[in-house]
């Protein structure tokens, strides 16, 4: 069973552009959950989408935003992008009907944004 | 604020010895908790969680201890081997109800190191 996809795995943009990460979640699973990875602040929670509905929000500006197809295939943006969005931003999927007391989020590798 | 804390940055360890790993969390609504360990370059991958409603879950040679009113949790890892050698993460869920929308929320780490 193929795991959780992101692409791309790497990606360098400078101030101000904006970006747009995609992730593909294990099939069967509807439930995707985005995070955000940085030295000394551990994951972060952004968002989670559930049948192509935002079930779920962290604390992060409004330039953070995401949506989900109805393939469950989720992708994030971030606009006007900042020196302090560098990280490795993590996609987790699960089959979103029973809760992380029951469903293990599965994640994917990452994809490093590196802002110059 | 960090609602999840892992005190201790790294951890080194000698093979065959057990590791432990500390988490505190200061959410007293927090009612089950999550260990991640994650490689360089890969996602984190599930371990082991526990229920509020235990104190103890044993896996092949991860056991978590929950210690509900000091609000500590640990991992046990016996005997320690060289491919332990990752960073691990302690997670609380957070979400009500808990059937829908849960969202994990992370410490930052701890870096172990087995060494032969």
């Known amino acids: 069973k193929a795991g959780v996809t992101q692409t791309p795995r790497y990606l360098i943009k400078t101030r101000g552009q904006q970006v747009t990460l995609s992730c593909s979640p294990i099939s069967g699973h509807r439930s995707v959950s985005w995070y955000q990875q940085t030295p000394g602040q551990g994951l972060q929670f952004l968002f989670e989408y559930f049948s192509e509905t935002q079930r779920n929000k962290g604390n992060f500006p409004g330039r953070f935003s995401g949506r989900q197809f109805s393939n469950s295939r989720s992708e994030m943006n971030v606009s006007t992008l900042e020196l302090g969005d560098s990280a490795l931003y993590l996609c987790?999927?699960?089959?979103?009907?029973?809760?992380?007391?029951?469903?293990?989020?599965?994640f994917g590798d990452g994809t490093r944004l590196s802002i110059l | 604020d960090q609602q999840v804390k892992q005190n201790s940055p790294s951890l080194s360890v000698q093979e065959g010895r057990i590791s432990i790993l500390n988490c505190d969390y200061t959410?007293?609504?927090?009612?089950?908790f999550l260990w991640y360990k994650k490689y360089p370059a890969e996602g984190p991958t599930f371990l082991i969680s526990?229920?509020?409603?235990?104190d103890k879950n044993e896996d092949g040679r991860f056991t978590v201890f929950l210690n509900k009113s000091a609000k500590h949790l640990s991992l046990h890892i016996v005997p320690s081997q060289p491919g332990d050698s990752a960073v691990y993460f302690c997670?609380?869920?957070?979400?009500?109800?808990?059937?829908?929308?849960?969202?994990?929320?992370f410490g930052t780490g701890t870096r172990l190191q087995v060494f032969p």
């Open positions: 987790a999927s699960s089959p979103g009907t029973g809760g992380a007391t029951t469903q293990p989020q599965h």
């Open positions: 997670a609380a869920v957070s979400g009500t109800p808990r059937k829908r929308a849960d969202k994990l929320i």
């Open positions: 526990i229920s509020s409603i235990k």
């Open positions: 959410n007293s609504m927090f009612d089950y």
